[in-house]
């Protein structure tokens, strides 16, 4: 059964930095097979694509909120994913999940996903 899990929120001020990161482990199959986003969900709103990237690191999408600000990266060696978050703002509060899927192409869509960690919270303040 494969799992994820994150790391690396906390509580930070406006225009500060963040660095998450995702392990996926308990996996028969090479962690370069894994398609892997992270989406986020705010108090009371639906859960939110982020970032994506595809198995080779090469090819990566960002939602408009985010994109120039937050770089997702992944090292196939250490089977980690993670998502670089510059310049925060309040209303990038949210808990954060890191998701992946066992094809290694581009994915954006939520319901492609088979597999997502627990959540870390990240809180912005002004």
């Known amino acids: 059964q494969v799992q994820l899990v994150e790391s690396g929120g906390g509580s930070v001020q406006s225009g500060g930095s963040l660095r998450l990161s995702c392990v996926l482990s308990?996996?028969?199959?090479?962690?370069?097979?894994?398609?892997m986003g992270w989406f986020r969900q705010a108090p009371g709103k639906e859960r939110k694509f982020v970032a994506a990237?595809?198995?080779?690191?090469?090819?990566?999408h960002y939602s408009d909120s985010v994109r120039g600000r937050f770089t997702i990266s992944r090292d196939n060696a250490k089977n980690t994913v993670y998502l670089q978050m510059n310049g925060l703002e309040p209303e990038d509060t949210a808990v954060y999940y890191c998701?992946?899927?066992?094809?290694?192409?581009?994915?954006?869509?939520?319901?492609?996903?088979?597999?997502w960690g627990q959540g870390t919270q990240v809180t912005v303040s002004s």
């Open positions: 998701a992946a899927a066992d094809r290694p192409v581009l994915i954006v869509a939520r319901g492609e996903y088979e597999y």
């Open positions: 308990a996996s028969g199959r090479p962690f370069s097979n894994y398609a």
């Open positions: 990237i595809n198995w080779s690191g090469k090819s990566s």
